[in-house]
């Protein structure tokens, strides 16, 4: 819609205008720091730093139904800069103007309701957010949006002629980060370090495709972690992991546009999130949080964080009574859902401090942690596939973890979920692939189930010439072929000719 035909109150809003005062808070000492800089970690405690506006209450006082007409008018004009995570600007990077603000297609990805049969099978009623429907299949680049278009800022204002970007990742970051870089142009470079054997053949190629320096390091996730910490120490490079803030600013669109396809209503709503590094799921605590006290939601969803039994530091933290939680990160083991393999989370200190802010708004039941078997997750990726869902391994392992709260009482008969698939199916194919042939059984402990599994069918023809390609075939042989072949596949699925 072209922005003429906006009814004038709210056309001259849609254009987002530099407004707040950011600043960088650090989560161990409070101190503040402006954002003409890049921060991970505070300079004085070490601690890890979120971003906050001094001015939100300006964002209270307007009221619901300004920004409920605002975002949905944003959502209808076509201008770029309000198509993606900055459709919630004032939210998310108020003070960063408009000509920095980096769109590749990210966000505002469906929100599908599940098909009847699924919802029989599973017992629960529930929406799959399709997060793998991003421009690099995964949720990762609601982050990289903002994380970039905060690098595009910086280079403007302090007229830097070259940057180069780190990140490490468990495949997906690296995709994300790789492809908004190249966004940017030569003068902004880009690496990514990969646990060597734990990233998908897909996943490996997207940072390759789209120019990035890829370096395999030995070890897993949380080793690759560290060295990319150690080169953001030691040289000037900006880091692209979640422990830069600004991913998390760009995540908590995921929160507000799951708000936004409910119509701002969440009743009785409980949101299901795989948690590897605890960005994502810090995000999207963040970001509900902030539409709450804007008062843009009136009521807030119950959280579940999802997370495999290999990779479990956050379920064990959780578990224990408040009194007695103390955080130990795990040795993981391979998971399916290997883009969550991580035993100690990055994020952690901001989950636990947002869970609290959480609990104490909603109550105790309102944030919540399950453990999944590897079985579970595959299981319900592949259900879900057959129903009609594009999920990955981690959106398999939080509908695993719907299943888990359903069978122990913690999903309630009268809610409805929302699982995120954080990502598309295809990049963690090989995973079903593997299942259906029946070879995660030594590394994964899972055992196919033969009703869920499915397999290729070859034709084999006797007594007529076949094609291959470089030999000849006459008319007739052609002909020969066609019938014998519709004649074969019909009886193999058992059709009766017509009368
Ligand atoms: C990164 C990632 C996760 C885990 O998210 P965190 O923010 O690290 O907790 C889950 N699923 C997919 C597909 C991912 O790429
Ligand atoms: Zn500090």
Redesign the pocket.
């Known amino acids: 819609m072209r922005l003429g035909k906006i009814p004038e109150d709210v056309r001259k809003l849609i254009i987002p205008m530099p407004s707040g005062e950011m600043v960088y808070e650090c989560l161990g000492c409070g101190a503040k720091f402006p954002i003409q800089r890049l921060y991970y970690v505070c300079p004085s405690c070490k601690s890890l730093m979120l971003l906050k506006d001094l001015k939100f209450d300006r964002l209270i006082r307007v009221g619901a139904n300004y920004w409920h007409r605002l975002f949905d008018h944003r959502l209808m004009v076509n201008h770029q800069s309000v198509r993606g995570v900055f459709c919630y600007h004032e939210f998310i990077a108020p003070e960063i103007p408009e000509e920095d603000i980096v769109f590749l297609g990210e966000a505002h990805t469906p929100m599908v309701q599940a098909p009847d049969e699924l919802v029989k099978e599973i017992g629960a009623r529930m929406y799959f957010k399709l ?2 429907l991003n421009p690099t299949a ?3 680049d609601r982050g990289m949006a903002c994380a970039l278009t905060f690098a595009k800022y910086l280079k403007r204002v302090q007229k830097l002629n070259n940057l180069m970007t780190v990140c490490a ?5 690296s995709a994300a980060a790789a492809l908004y870089a190249a966004s940017l142009g030569p003068e902004v470079k880009s690496v990514v370090l990969l646990p060597k054997g734990y990233v998908t053949p897909q996943q490996l190629s997207q940072p390759l495709g789209a120019g990035a320096t890829v370096i395999e390091l030995p070890g897993v996730f949380d080793d690759c972690m560290k060295v990319v910490e150690r080169l953001s120490e030691i040289y000037n490079v900006v880091l692209l992991n ?1 422990k830069n803030p600004w991913r998390v600013l760009g ?1 908590e669109s995921y929160a507000y546009e799951v708000a936004q396809q409910f119509d701002y209503e969440l009743r009785d709503m409980v949101l299901f ?11 999207i605590l963040s970001g509900l949080l902030k539409f709450f006290r804007a008062k843009v939601l009136i009521r807030l969803p119950r959280i579940i964080a999802v997370q495999s039994a290999r990779a479990n530091p956050v379920y064990k933290y959780f578990l224990k009574p408040l009194e007695q939680r103390v955080f130990k990160p795990v040795e993981v083991t391979p998971s399916v ?1 290997q ?2 393999m ?1 035993g100690n ?1 990055v ?1 952690f200190p901001r989950l636990n401090r947002l869970a609290r802010e959480y609990v104490e708004e909603m109550g105790q039941d309102s944030f919540g942690v399950v453990e999944v078997t590897e079985e579970n997750i595959m299981e319900s990726m592949v259900m879900a596939n057959r129903r009609g869902l594009t999920i ?4 398999g ?1 939080a509908l695993a973890g719907l299943r888990v709260a359903k069978a122990s009482g913690l999903f309630k008969a009268q809610e409805t979920a929302v699982i ?1 698939s ?2 598309h199916a295809l ?2 194919i090989d995973f079903q692939n593997a299942y259906f042939n029946g070879t995660l059984e030594s590394e994964y402990g899972i055992v196919s189930k033969p009703e869920l599994t499915n397999k290729l069918h070859s034709l084999e023809l006797k007594g007529v010439k076949v094609p291959s390609l470089g030999t000849e075939m006459s008319q007739e042989e052609k002909e020969d072929f066609v019938i014998a072949a519709a004649e074969e596949i019909g009886n193999s699925l058992g059709l009766s000719p017509k009368d």
């Open positions: 997060d793998g995964s949720f990762k990742s468990t495949g997906d970051t979640s995540q999130v795989p948690v590897g590094n605890a960005g994502n799921i810090t995000a859902a883009a969550a991580i989370p994020s990955c391994t981690q959106g392992e995120d954080t990502a990049k963690f």
